[in-house]
């Protein structure tokens, strides 16, 4: 089956450090991807929407100048994690939808630890 | 996002029992329903994709849509050790571009040899 790979699936950094997490599809092509934030025990929150080739579409609450997006090709899409805190230590996980069959398949998912 | 409500659990029950795991929710507009499995540390696969009210059966899976009640729900038959995961149920207005889900927190599955 399709898949999506993701990278880093870990990483650690110090505060104030920006980080980029990779989200790539690799035998399909996605004109959209789709980014979440994973708390524990909570549920998977929609961070942002970016179609290949425009701006990310952000949902209320998420600061675009802290998560900035980048869809630059039909089987890549970036989360940079600007000047990181804490408070931005999470699971973040892509997923994109299949330009053919509209299919949807996630990544394995990025752990930030920001100390 | 819409909210979703899923009790976490945890839920253990013993191999070879029947598992049903439930959400509800409170926005009639969503259509598409879908369940997914989820291992500490991954990301999230799709077990089942339902559209409408309903059921649908896959293997030892099966979901049901109640859009009267707003309720689905997903039955494991012969539980599994190997099926002790989170499963995290999503819901959606649209099938087309967009495609963003709404998800439940999850119920975190044990199943016990």
């Known amino acids: 089956g399709a898949v999506v790979s993701q990278h880093p699936s870990r990483v650690i950094c110090k505060s104030g450090t920006s980080v980029k997490i990779e989200c790539r599809s690799l035998?399909?092509?996605?004109?959209?991807m789709f980014w979440y934030r994973q708390f524990p025990k909570k549920s998977l929150m929609l961070m942002a929407t970016?179609?290949?080739?425009?701006?990310?579409?952000?949902e209320q609450g998420v600061e675009k100048d802290k998560f900035l997006i980048n869809h630059a090709s039909l089987t890549l899409s970036t989360l940079t994690v600007t000047s990181a805190h804490p408070e931005d230590s999470s699971f973040y996980i892509c997923?994109?939808?299949?330009?053919?069959?509209?299919?949807?398949?996630f990544g394995e998912g990025s752990r930030l630890t920001v100390l | 996002q819409k909210e979703v409500e899923q009790d976490p659990g945890p839920l253990s029950v013993p191999e070879g029992a029947i598992v049903s795991l439930n959400c509800t929710y409170s926005?009639?507009?969503?259509?598409?329903f879908m369940w997914y499995r989820q291992y500490s540390r991954k990301g999230p696969e799709l077990l089942m994709y339902?559209?409408?009210?309903g059921n649908k059966e896959d293997g030892r899976f099966t979901a049901q849509v109640d859009k009267s009640s707003k309720y689905i729900s997903l039955f494991i038959r012969d539980s599994q050790p190997s099926d002790s995961a989170t499963y995290l149920c999503?819901?959606?207005?649209?099938?087309?571009?967009?495609?963003?889900?709404?998800f439940g927190k999850g119920t975190s599955l044990l199943v016990t040899p």
């Open positions: 997923s994109a939808k299949d330009r053919g069959t509209g299919e949807l398949f």
């Open positions: 035998d399909f092509q996605a004109t959209t």
């Open positions: 970016s179609n290949e080739g425009s701006k990310a579409t952000y």
């Open positions: 926005n009639s507009a969503f259509q598409y």
């Open positions: 339902t559209y409408s009210s």
């Open positions: 999503a819901m959606s207005e649209h099938s087309n571009s967009g495609y963003a889900l709404n």
